[in-house]
């Protein structure tokens, strides 16, 4: 592996490398050694391939993050051992079900903001799919007679459906139907934005609006694409078919470096309880002050490795770390150094000594003579020097 590696300017390059292969190879095989792509999506497909590398990049960039590299490591070794088999699957589908496919987490901040957060993920997601399923070759439609159609699956042969079923139709507009569960989660969004207080206080423009303007964009021209087709009879349908492309490349351009980042990272949640509750809901380590639980420990190791590649020194004299210690007594701790009353046997009734030995003067109050004696000496050296 690391003589394949010397062959590539950095492993971020190696794995974006491998990644455009994959994606060449599933071509060749859903369009059935390149029989089977449709030119009108070349655009499509070359925005696809720079929207992989870029998530590629983004990905590596994100790996290499000491506590996301920590949580990774620890995900892979509890996963291997096999006294927490059960509970690693159990607690795996569960955290995938709840919070990817249902979104509980969502939901507990507010049903409007649930809403309209499951019509914008789940409707970007079912639009990614078909898009990147058309636009690689991966399924395609043949005609088996004039009535009927078959869905071919990476060049396997699957569903047959009547042309002109209520299936087919469902097919042919599953861009539509996500497309409208987008717009709609996306109106939503920008009228909490623009009527939330406190949001308007947080949010930037760059940041949290411009990715609702351009799904707003993306959306609107697809609709907009289906209305003129319909109804229409094609009317400007060509260059509007221009617009929505460029639209598409944008956002796919866009998507690896902006917020919509977190769609491909969120699965990775199921790390959390998967590393860090052995028992569901219930601490397992106790801090050395007050015997409390308060955390695992594997989290408080993880904390440790996370500060130690980070440079952050929070060992304690008695050769423990913070870390060890629960909120609660963390903050008596530092308390106590901030009063230097941290000495176990101090007398908490003297006086707090808020001096450390070094000379500030208030105002109106002269300088100690050290001070101009020190400044002295050193004028004379640097004019002994010169």
Known sequence: MKQLERSFYSKTSMYSFFVIVLLFFS????????????MALIGYMISSFIFAI?????????????????????????????????RNIKSIATTAFENIVLQKFIFKRGLYRGIQH????????????????LTFGWMHFDLIDPDTYQIIVMGIPTIIMPAHGIFAEMVYNGLNITALMVLVGVIMAITRRIRSKDVKVTQRVEFDLFPLYL???????????????????????????????VTVVVLLIYFPFGKLFHLPIRPLATAVPLN????????????????????????????????????????????SYLSDYCPAC??????MKQLNMEAPLGNPYDPVQTRNGIHISGFGKKRQDEFYNKATKSDSKQEERV
């Open 215 to 245: 799904l707003l964009a993306v959306t609107g021209t697809g609709l907009l694409l289906t209305v003129l087709y319909t109804f229409l009879e094609g009317w400007m349908h060509p260059y509007m078919s221009l617009v929505h492309q």
């Open 276 to 319: 860090y509750q052995e028992t569901v809901k219930v601490d397992t380590r106790a801090c050395l002050k007050c015997n409390t639980p308060y955390s695992s420990d594997d989290q408080i190791e993880d904390v440790k490795g996370i500060l130690g590649a980070q440079a952050f020194d929070l060992k304690l004299a008695d050769g």
């Open 330 to 335: 963390r903050r008596r701790i530092r308390v």
């Open 118 to 133: 499951f019509l914008i993920a789940w409707g970007c997601i079912g639009s990614f799919a078909i898009t990147f399923g």
């Open 27 to 38: 071509m060749w095989i859903g369009t059935s050694q390149f029989k089977h792509i449709d």
């Open 54 to 86: 870029g998530l590629t990049v983004r990905m590596c960039s994100w790996l290499i993050r000491p506590a996301t590299h920590q949580v990774i490591k620890r995900s892979f070794k509890n996963l291997k051992t096999k006294e927490r088999k059960k």
